[in-house]
């Protein structure tokens, strides 16, 4: 199928791949990091050749997340500065929920909505990483007053941020016409003129 | 390894609406008496310990102290913690004190450890590793209130004193009893080695020790393995044995309220997002601006 040349580019391929690594390693982190959260998800570690390979494997694949979160973060944070219209647009987010989005404010490359998931990932993921270096017994021995904050941070932090992934992944589900832009880069203009169409103007000049 | 000793109170990681075999729940609690105010310091608990237990740790360094090994390790389950003590009359006490696991009713290593089955408790009170389901996360270390597990650096698995959980099963004492030369280390039931202490506090508290005690931490529901000791009112005396252990409020809010509450909210997420998007339907791009875009590029072809 060819597609219409005239769509946009959202994401090109570097972002693309380096999304793909973070969603990898997170989906990795979070099937081991719930089984040693609760035991009814314990089964999880067979995906990981038994517990003590997920018990080895997680901090390293932790790691990765980590770095290729933080290249992430950088590309992406000067896209992701609150604005007054964001405000707006969270202030109205309940319409556009109950499936409004007629009065929405005109939004840019990323909406308020976005923007809150983007921070609120940036801060777990820092959390998950000074806690989870704290609680790696393989390489490190802190005081066991900060490895028993890291364990609690870890896993509240750790919930949360699966939390945030749920929501970001339903998001792309319910919004049509998103995904593909994760896995080939490109949107419709239609789907651009919708959803982003402050992004849409700069992009088209229109 | 697994006994099957159908006597299993508790099992990590497992729910209490999913028991292990515990049909011979009926046992009586047993309890390791330790009296500070006997021991002579001979580590003869820690050879015996090492022989029974066929574990032979490194040999150490003199570290300019009688403590050997310094610590606890994955190969050392008991240790002789050497302490001076000046009293009030300026006269020097040497308290020893026989370090190791405390085998709490409420154990926190039992609490913490993620994998089912690996520490287990049984209707004697005696709480077991059962190595072969280790996964080495240490999270039982995170989780003790006495810092007592420690991982073996060889093969990665949580180790500390079993209190003989196999010489009990066929009605012997652990060794480290067996061997005590001053019978400074009793063993029997709970209640019986209370009452072993009973004495011993009467008579210490006679001979001028007015602040003898049993030490059988209650923020724990007690231990399995209790102290004699001199100054009972300051345990930290000894090798700074904790006054009023318990699981620390940060474990207990990590393997408490987190569990339920963070797995109902996951579950809430991703039913809520099913049924938001059942009943409210998909966000499509609209006909309307579908149009639109259609008609500026007929524009532009003209």
Redesign the interface.
Known sequence: MIRDP?DLKRYNASERANHWLIGISFILLALSGL??????F?PL?QFFGG??W??ILHPYIGVVMALAFLIIFFRFKHLNKMTPADKEWLAKAKNM???N?HDMPEQGKYNGGQKVMFWALAVCMLLMTVSGLL?W??WFGFD??L???G??VH??AG?VM??LI??HV?AA?????TIRAMWYGTV????A???HRGWYRQVTG? | MSMQSQDIIRRS???SLTPPPQVRDHKLEVAKLIDVTVCIGCKGCQVACSEWNDIRDEVGHNHGIYDNPVDLTAKSWTVMRFAEHQDEGGRLQWLIRKDGCMHCADPGCLK?C???GAIIQYANGVVDFQSEHC?????C??GCPF?VPR?NKDD?KAYKCSLCSDRLAIGQEPSCVKTCPTGAIQFGTKEDMKLVADDRVKDLKERGFANAGLYDPQGVGGTHVMYVLHHADRPELYSGLPANPAI?P??S??KGV??PL??L??AG??LG?LF??VT???????RE??E??EA??KEAAK
């Open positions: 005239k089984a040693f959260f609760h035991p009814a314990f570690t517990p003590v997920a018990r929920v109950d499936g989005d609680i017994r393989a066991i007053t490895v028993r904050l364990a609690v896993a509240a919930a699966i939390g749920m929501v339903y589900i319910w919004v049509k016409g419709t203009r239609a789907w003129k919708q959803h229109k | 990681a497992t729910s913490s993620p994998a089912p996964i080495g996360c240490g999270y270390v995170t810092n991982i990665h620390s940060l474990v809010i990590w987190t569990k963070a797995t909210a996951l997420v991703a997002s938001h998007y409210k339907g998909p966000n499509e791009v609209s601006i579908e639109e875009i500026e590029d």
